[in-house]
């Protein structure tokens, strides 16, 4: 008789609820951009777009250069929360 695997048994996701950051290309050169759900955004940050406050519980993106450029290793520490809109406009 043939099991069926139960979805107990699945292999756990990472961490991650969902989200992934994705590569795009700006005049300035790679980045990548995640979305942070409002369920997600439980600290209040500063957009880099607009120097407006990006409230807690407000989805918007997290960016972060996709090379790594300076010596103090950058990439995942120089990640810059943005409005979601603030980040669309940037070129
Ligand atoms: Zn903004």
Redesign the pocket.
């Known amino acids: 008789m043939a099991r069926r695997p139960s979805k107990h048994l699945r292999t756990p996701r990472p961490l991650s609820t969902g989200s992934f950051a994705t590569t795009e290309s700006r005049s300035d050169g790679d980045w990548q951009v995640r979305t942070v759900t409002g369920q997600a955004a439980t600290k209040p940050y500063r957009?880099p777009?607009?120097q407006?406050q990006i409230g807690i519980g407000t989805p918007h993106v997290v960016v972060w250069p996709s090379t790594v450029t300076s010596w103090t290793g950058g990439g995942v520490d120089d990640r810059r929360h943005?409005?979601t809109s603030?980040w669309a406009r940037r070129r």
């Open positions: 957009c777009g607009c407006q943005w409005h603030c």
